[in-house]
Antibody, heavy 116, light 108 residues
Framework: QVQLVESGGGLVKPGGSLRLSCAASGFTFSDYYMSWFRQAPGKGLEWLSYISPRGDTIYYADSLKGRFTISRDNPKNSLYLQMNSLRTDDTAVYYC?????????WGQGALVTVSS | EIVLTQSPGTLSLSPGERATLSCRASHSVSSSYLAWYQQKPGQAPRLLIYVASTRATGIPDRFSGSGSGTDFTLTISRLEPEDFAVYFCQQYGTSPYTFGQGTKLEIK
């Protein structure tokens, strides 16, 4: 069965960096677009980025202003989100999802807390 | 950016009743690329409907979606206890993909 497991979340100070990982299993990872979303505490959902199967097409939400970078390692069945210059308003649960349109499969989420 | 506005913010109904949730877009949603998700506390979103009216795998037929252009509706024909949750619409026809702010469906 399809599984997506995020890791790498935690507490980081403003201005710091963090890299999230998403381990995929149960499907041929290299065949699928993958996406990142986030949800601030008590708030709605926000799409962040997606990447094509070979990594040659990438889109980001304008709000990220070049601070975040999506990447993938197909042999390792893994998706990544490198987050730099983190701000307090980046505090959220970060989800990876399969696909880049309407996503049926989501991970359980990783909590990122940006606080001094 | 396409802004999605959901109404009402909160909907209080009883099991067995019919729920009608609205999602209005600031600009036309390309190809009716509009999805509905259900989310319960502490859980990831669950895809219910895509391309405005197609039920996702395993979704009961009491859930239905309709609409096109800028006006979309999610209808739950007869509420079950497990349907009380927050519902989000999402457009994925134009980047950046955007979500509505959500409708909380609560037990009356």
């Amino acid at each position: 069965q399809v599984q997506l497991v995020e890791s790498g979340g935690g507490l980081v100070k403003p201005g710091g960096s963090l890299r999230l990982s998403c381990a995929a299993s149960g499907f041929t990872f290299s065949d699928y677009y993958m996406s990142w979303f986030r949800q601030a505490p008590g708030k709605g959902l926000e799409w962040l980025s997606y990447i094509s199967p070979r990594g040659d097409t990438i889109y980001y939400a304008d709000s990220l202003k070049g601070r975040f970078t999506i990447s993938r390692d197909n042999p390792k069945n893994s998706l990544y989100l490198q987050m730099n210059s983190l701000r307090t308003d980046d505090t959220a649960v970060y989800y990876c999802a399969r696909g880049h349109l309407a996503s049926y499969y989501w991970g359980q989420g990783a909590l990122v807390t940006v606080s001094s | 950016e396409i802004v999605l506005t959901q109404s009402p913010g909160t909907l209080s109904l009883s099991p067995g009743e019919r729920a009608t949730l609205s999602c209005r877009a600031s600009h036309s949603v390309s190809s009716s690329y509009l999805a509905w998700y259900q989310q319960k506390p502490g859980q990831a979103p669950r895809l219910l409907i895509y391309v405005a009216s197609t039920r996702a795998t395993g979704i009961p037929d009491r859930f239905s979606g309709s609409g096109s252009g800028t006006d979309f509706t999610l209808t739950i024909s007869r509420l079950e206890p497990e349907d009380f949750a927050v519902y989000f619409c999402q457009q994925y026809g134009t980047s950046p993909y955007t979500f509505g702010q959500g409708t909380k469906l609560e037990i009356k």
